[in-house]
């Protein structure tokens, strides 16, 4: 009986942190995509589905991102004291300007880092913000792509 409520709160507990992932994923993808201009080649890729190769190199940057979001959303917090962090977004210059130096550097640090992991994982800036605007307008895409990260988060270094 105990074996099996280990098992049971155990499965719960990776339920739980993978749908808190999820969630932080998509938003830090919100706010990537809301942060790049689309170019009329990310408007002609809209109408192309998102192949399982997209979906996992997708996953895979939001994945390799999310902890340093968190830490570079920590450290522009500290700085800021006991303001509240301005939204930050990485293509309009003037998002930036209500940052303090240090803050600002942390924020376009985060940026250019963000950006190189997408193409690390084989993805152009303009197609991955088409894939986060597909999966946030389509429940089932939603659902692969959560699936997409339980499934790497379990097995970190499976193709």
């Given at each position: 009986?105990?074996?099996?409520?280990?098992?049971?709160?155990?499965?719960?507990?990776?339920?739980?942190?993978?749908?808190?992932?999820?969630?932080?994923?998509?938003?830090?993808?919100?706010?990537?995509?809301?942060?790049?201009?689309?170019?009329s080649k990310a408007d002609a890729q809209a109408a192309q589905?998102?192949?399982?190769?997209?979906?996992?190199?997708?996953?895979?940057?939001?994945?390799?991102?999310?902890?340093?979001?968190?830490?570079?959303?920590?450290?522009?917090?500290?700085?800021?004291?006991?303001?509240?962090?301005?939204?930050?977004?990485?293509?309009?210059?003037?998002?930036?300007?209500?940052?303090?130096?240090?803050?600002?550097?942390?924020?376009?640090?985060?940026?250019?880092?963000?950006?190189?992991?997408?193409?690390?994982?084989?993805?152009?800036i303009d197609r991955y913000n088409t894939i986060t605007t597909?999966?946030?307008?389509?429940?089932?895409?939603?659902?692969?792509?959560?699936?997409?990260?339980?499934?790497q988060q379990k097995m970190p270094k499976s193709p």
């Amino acid at each position: 009986m105990k074996r099996y409520y280990h098992r049971f709160f155990r499965l719960s507990l990776i339920r739980i942190l993978a749908q808190s992932l999820f969630v932080g994923t998509v938003a830090t993808a919100s706010l990537v995509s809301s942060t790049l201009v689309l170019s009329s080649k990310a408007d002609a890729q809209a109408a192309q589905a998102v192949n399982p190769g997209e979906l996992r190199n997708y996953a895979r940057a939001m994945l390799k991102m999310e902890p340093e979001r968190q830490q570079a959303f920590d450290d522009i917090k500290k700085i800021m004291g006991t303001g509240e962090v301005p939204k930050i977004v990485c293509n309009d210059n003037n998002s930036f300007s209500s940052l303090p130096g240090k803050a600002r550097e942390i924020a376009v640090n985060y940026c250019q880092r963000y950006q190189k992991a997408v193409e690390d994982n084989g993805l152009s800036i303009d197609r991955y913000n088409t894939i986060t605007t597909q999966v946030q307008g389509n429940d089932d895409l939603k659902r692969k792509m959560y699936n997409e990260l339980l499934r790497q988060q379990k097995m970190p270094k499976s193709p």
